[in-house]
């Protein structure tokens, strides 16, 4: 793909500041402001890089308000974030796309129902009574267990497993190697050995959800453990059995969510959050990365710290805790102090 800084600033709908030659220019993929040049469009985010920008050997650059004084052709848009990544996806390599219809080496199952334009890969697996929708893209490996749906427009990458009694809603992306309805980590103490716990539910996957790689959601064991709609979660996350989230959450690597524990809408985790079984989060609740969470927390919360607190508390832990040298050394000094003047006192009587 190739445009000129005219016709790029068409597709994404930005202001353009610049002369012609300027606007003439061939712009050929997105970079970075230190390593742009005059085939690339950089972008700048806050006032931060505006000085970096000065000496850019960047073709073009995106930017929210017009910089008085660059000799460079500017693209002024509303929303930073939402321009790179029209641009992006414009720039993005071609990859070629599995075409519709089931490979030869797939092995399918009787009583399975696939859309025509569905795409199976080579060496996918699918058990009875599978459902497949329009426009679904089921990578090279997958296997698909028996009674599972997919909805439409979603894409599984290679070597996705979903067991039995699954559904996944439309336009989700579950990517290579996670695996959605396995058992959970239940055990109970029965004469002297653990004794895992029957796991009979389902996994419910709603609607635009987007699942990182190695990833493992586990089935429920009543009911079913349920991802929101529209919740994004990062590589190498594992939420347990009866687990639900909320809509629209952000879950980054390797957080893990213990058994039947409740996310509102909108929750966001830091990376290696933990939280523990059986505890409700709340609407809109932002948890610091590394934090472990033991308790109820309500809505629009910041919390962080192990165990969590509420984020100015940890802010003035942490703060502490990093001068508990200095206070050790101040309660020495106090302590020999006190001595000497008890000493004092004491030659007084």
Known sequence: MELTVAQLAKRINAGLAGDAAQLARKIKSVAPIKSANQSNVTFITDDRHKAAITDSKAGAVIVSKSIDGLDMPQLIV??????????????????????????????????????KYASIGAYVTIDENVEIGNN??????????????????????????IYHNCSIGNNVIIQANSTIGSAGFGYTFIEGKHCHIPHNGGVIIEDFVEIGANCCV??????????GAGTKIDNLVQIAHNVVTGKCCLIAGQVGISGSTKLG???????????????????????????????????????????????????????????????????????????????SKDNTK
């Not at 679904?136 to 996705?160: F, P, T, Y």
Request: charge should be positive; charged fraction near 25%; include cysteine.
């Open 136 to 161: 679904s893209i089921i990578g090279n490996g997958c296997k698909i267990g028996e009674n599972s749906k997919i909805g439409m427009n979603c894409r599984l990458d290679s070597n996705v497993v």
């Open 265 to 343: 809408d909108g929750v966001v985790l830091g990376g290696q959050v933990g939280l523990k079984d059986n505890i409700e989060i709340g609407n809109g609740v932002m948890v610091g990365a590394g934090a472990g969470v033991m308790n109820n927390i309500p809505d629009g919360q910041k919390v962080a710290w192990t165990p969590a607190y509420e984020w100015n508390e940890a802010m003035r832990i942490m703060v502490y805790t990093r001068r508990l040298p200095e206070i050790a050394e101040e309660l020495k000094q106090l302590r020999n102090r006190i001595k000497v003047l008890e000493a």
């Open 218 to 227: 586990d089935r429920a064991k009543f009911d079913n453990t349920i991802i």
């Open 78 to 115: 509303n929303n930073i974030n939402k321009a790179l990544i029209e641009v992006m996806k414009i720039f993005a390599p071609t990859i070629k796309v599995q075409d519709a219809g089931i490979h030869p080496t797939a092995i399918v199952a009787k009583n399975v129902k696939i859309d």
